[in-house]
């Protein structure tokens, strides 16, 4: 807890490994932090851990994360990208608060619950991808309808009679229903393409670019083409 907290000159760190947790407070303000890394085997990042670290522009969460604590990132202005691992059960609120340069979120298919406030500020946010078809989405109090965006901006991607979809409808957002003939979270339901790739999938010629992941937007390689 507050390790090191409000060291202004720290710039990258590698954690090590055998390390389980990170607690609450540890890298808080640290506003020349661009670099972390962080070792396999890592089960719990506490709150607030990484918030205020204005510099840093990316992490990769390891597969062994199984809880992200309340305000993890919050106020990382220049946060660009995430992975949620898919072992995460919670997205606790405020987790990624007004990182304003997050432009897309995937949110796994174990997460059962989004905390009230967890996106919000995320001012250039474009897409939000939610497996899990009854994902519990908490609604702030106030300004209820920027929990997972800005509606007309943001565009949610779930599945048809999901909570995602019902959060959309009632705030206006753009809606995206993904097809469940796939198990993949990138290939819409009423793309062109999605009894083809079912059929590739029953037939084992392809597994996708990864467990849920098909590659819709990635171009071919020759070998694929060949395939």
Not at 5 to 20: I, Q
Not at 145 to 156: D, R
């Amino acid at each position: 807890r507050n390790a090191f907290r409000g060291c202004e000159e720290l710039r990258s760190v590698a954690l090590p490994a055998g390390l389980k947790e990170i607690g609450s407070h540890a890298f808080r303000t640290c506003p020349s932090l661009r670099s972390v890394t962080l070792p396999e085997g890592l089960t719990l990042i506490a709150g607030y851990a990484f918030s205020g670290c204005g510099k840093l522009e990316s992490v990769k969460i390891p597969d062994s994360v199984t809880y992200i604590g309340e305000g993890a990132f919050y106020d990382c202005v220049n946060l660009k990208s995430v992975k949620i691992p898919n072992g995460v059960t919670r997205i606790n609120q405020w987790t990624y608060g007004f990182c304003e340069e997050l432009t897309s979120i995937e949110i796994p298919e174990s997460v059962e619950f989004v905390g009230e406030y967890a996106f919000y500020g995320c001012e250039s946010l474009k897409s939000v991808t939610i497996a899990n078809k009854e994902c519990v989405i908490e609604e702030g109090d106030e300004e209820p309808e920027y929990m997972l965006g800005i509606p007309g901006q943001t565009t949610i991607y779930g599945y048809a009679d999901s909570t995602a979809q019902a959060y959309a409808d009632k705030y206006g957002y753009r809606f995206v229903e993904l097809s469940e003939k796939v198990p993949f979270i990138d290939v819409p339901a009423k793309a062109f393409y999605v009894d083809p790739v079912a059929w590739a999938v029953e037939n084992d010629i392809t597994k996708g670019v990864d467990d849920t992941h098909f590659g819709s937007d990635k171009a071919c390689t020759r070998g694929q083409v060949v395939t």
